[in-house]
């Protein structure tokens, strides 16, 4: 069976099909949270709403906690973009994270091509 791949900061590796997202993201040293959410976040219960990334690929389908915290003004102009730790990974996905302290910005810290760029 295909392992699935993840293209994130300029990296791939593959993962088991179903493998949590934040979890994959972090065991590679992907530096997935922004600014003072390094320290402050829920550690993946999906409470915080620091570790939103835009997503493309084959993944589950968004939680109801996820629809929840997409409609809060923090994330509410990026609906597109999903919470890693909700997220599972069921085939190829690229990922890109955004600035600001909740992934909530505009401007990439780092895309699926592309290393850090912007000191997070």
């Excluded at 409609?71 to 609906?79: D, E, F, G």
């Excluded at 919470?83 to 990974?89: D, G, I, N, Q, S």
């Excluded at 955004?98 to 091509?113: A, K, L, Q, R």
Aim: hydrophobic residues 40%.
């Amino acid at each position: 069976m295909h392992m699935p791949k993840i293209i994130a900061e300029a990296k791939t590796f593959e993962v088991a099909h179903g493998t949590n997202l934040r979890e994959a993201l972090l065991a590679q040293d992907i530096d997935l949270y922004s600014e003072g959410s390094k320290v402050l976040n829920c550690y993946g219960y999906g409470i915080c709403g620091a570790c939103v990334v835009l997503v493309e690929g084959a993944v589950s389908q968004p939680t109801i906690l996820e629809k929840i915290w997409m409609t809060l003004p923090t994330h509410s102009s990026h609906k597109e973009r999903r919470l890693a730790c909700k997220v599972k990974v069921l085939g190829d996905v690229c990922v890109t994270k955004f600035d600001g302290y909740f992934g909530n910005g505009e401007e990439s810290i780092w895309t699926p091509d592309r290393g850090l760029t912007v000191a997070p």
